[in-house]
């Protein structure tokens, strides 16, 4: 094992020496994050640091984080699918069954709510849900303590980043560290500016459709109604109230209570986060359980086929009248309307996060 | 050296110079300036008449008969202020608070407050037309103003929402469920807000003011979600209903209670 781990790795740090003295090189926030994201929400406890980011990468892509040493992080969260996977719902160790679709992994600086239902509010928390979950990585912790100590690859790399001998505790904070690393944010619409310079005119028409109201009362709708629950920067509401934790008419009744089963609140049932919809066309299959594998058949979703029977659909769906007081009725966009909000989707790729050697496998 | 000396000492006159001048003014030195600052927390009561809203069922029923359920009431305000009994007012922190009425704690608390006796508070529901144009990136990231943080900026429209209020309501008679959206926005929409009602803050007993918000008060014969299910302040007509509904803002929002 340790000769495995002690491979030559492409991508290690300039700076680091063979020396072992303690000089984390601080990094300057501004350099990662970008001012059109607004300032990110970092934990204050937990300064990034080159090293620290390169510990949390090793550890993210090393298999030794599962029981067997057959996965790792990376397993499940593809760099060139923006760290989601292009599966329908995950498979973990031993082959055994994930029930959710893996989430894309970027900008969650700028976030608080983690996973499909928002149960985990900090990533150094999150990282242990994985690593331990039988279905998953099914590693224990002290067997994990015991691993990490034992290998000369981690010995040297806690000694540069925390100047301490390898423990979960700063493992956590070392991956959370990488992962706050992850920002996308230079897509062709990014690229394009408010003036959507560039960009055709179907891409454009789309995204007049994503972020203008629905109208079902006379003439053919204008509007597809995105931004409510994926609008702003981040292409994502972040306020769990405000569409940020919602339901968007999957279904009728839940086999999958989502927020539900963490608040205990049956109004929360079969609600969950609005993912972003940045990278979106690498981040397939869709919706918490996969079922979309299109984006095609995400827009047919919304446009024909909400399910206005959900007991707890968001109002912003909801109030999609065509009169007064009438009951919420199907947006029903045109084959072109499909077509342009499709393509605008399109725009939200970030060619550059996906292969941005940073965040590369470092073995 | 010569040099730095010299300014020096004329920057030392003039320290004192202006010392002596600024005290005339001035009441007696603060020995200890920390045993002078009180705290504040503003908390809102969401009701729907007398009783306490719901937010998690139907069973609030307005002048129309429509059973409406409530899951989103974010507001944005600012220059937050307390009265002073010279009526002149005193902005608490930068001015700016937000609090959403479908959370489990829908309350604001300002620290560093000047001990003192007090007459209201007052505050805009909204932003002035500076901030709400300006650069919206440079706000911290739990500040009110933060472009992501409580998902009340327009994005690429640019501007915020001021005050939203989102959720459900079924007709009169009709079991049927439709959606209502109300985003009040645009510089015309501004309201301001004053709160009379005298308190003292001290810095050894920390205060909470209990606003409390009927939502019930929002409605009138014109404004019933009926009539209109969503309104974000767009066309004309919007922009017509949605100041009667910032007009009635006024009588929705009651400071009860400092203690």
Known sequence: MALSLSQCRKSEPIYSSSSVSFKPTPIVSTSIFPRALGIPDLPKDNPLTEEGVYLGRLLFY???????????????????????????????????????????????????????????????????????????????????????????????????????????????????????????????????????????????????LFQTLTNLQGGQNQGADCFHCHGGILFQAQNPLAGGITNNGLDASFTDLGAGAITGNSTDNGTFKSPSLRNISLTGPYMHDGRFQSLNEVIDHYSDNIDFSSPNISPNLANHVSGPGGPPEQMRLTVTQKQDLLNFLQTLTDSTFISNPKYSNPF | ?????????????????????????????????????????????????????????????????????????????????????????????????????????????????????????????????????????????????????????????????????EGKYKPSGSTSESGFSYHTAKDPLLSSHEYILDFTLSNNAPKIATIEADANKFFSNELSFTNQSTNHSGSSEDMRLMSLWVNNMKQVFTLKSVN
């Not at chain 1, 242990?128 to 994990?144: D, R, S, T, V, Y």
């Not at chain 2, 729907?48 to 429509?66: C, K, Q, S, V, Y």
């Not at chain 2, 609090?99 to 002035?128: M, Q, R």
């Open chain 2, 1 to 165: 050296m010569k040099r730095v000396k010299m300014k020096k000492v004329t920057f030392l006159l003039l320290g004192l110079l202006v010392a002596v001048i600024g005290c005339k003014k001035c009441p007696p030195p603060i020995k200890n300036e920390v045993k002078d600052l009180a705290s504040l927390t503003i908390t809102y009561k969401p009701m729907f008449d007398a009783n306490p809203l719901t937010t998690r069922a139907f069973g609030n029923i307005n002048m129309h008969n429509e059973d409406i359920l409530v899951s989103n009431w974010g507001i944005i305000m600012s220059a937050v202020s307390l009265i002073k009994e010279d009526n002149t007012k005193l902005k608490l922190g930068d001015g700016y608070m937000y609090v959403n009425l479908a959370s489990s704690d829908p309350s604001f608390t300002f620290t560093n407050i000047p001990e003192g006796n007090y007459k209201g508070i007052a505050y805009n529901i909204g932003v002035d037309s500076l901030a709400n144009h300006a650069d919206p990136v440079v706000w911290g990231p739990t500040h009110p103003l933060n472009i992501n943080f409580n998902s009340q900026h327009w994005g690429w429209a640019g501007g915020y929402i001021f005050h939203t209020i």
């Open chain 1, 62 to 208: 090393d298999k030794l984080l599962s029981a067997n040493m057959t996965i790792s992080c990376a397993s499940c969260h593809l760099q060139k699918n923006a760290f989601a996977e292009p599966k329908k719902t995950s498979t973990g160790i031993f082959g055994l069954p994930v029930k959710r679709n893996a989430s894309a992994l970027f900008n969650m600086a700028y976030s608080r709510k983690f996973f499909w239902d928002g149960r985990q509010s900090r990533l150094a928390n999150l990282v242990f849900e994985p690593i331990q979950a039988h279905n998953e990585m099914g590693l224990n912790l002290p067997e994990l303590d015991d691993r990490l100590k034992k290998s000369e690859l981690y010995q040297n790399w806690f000694k540069k980043a925390f100047n301490a001998d390898p423990n979960i505790g700063q493992m956590s904070m070392a991956m959370e560290q990488f992962l706050l690393t992850l920002v996308s944010s230079n897509s062709r619409f990014d690229k394009a500016g408010p003036s959507l310079t560039g960009l055709s005119s179907s891409e454009k028409a789309g995204f007049t």
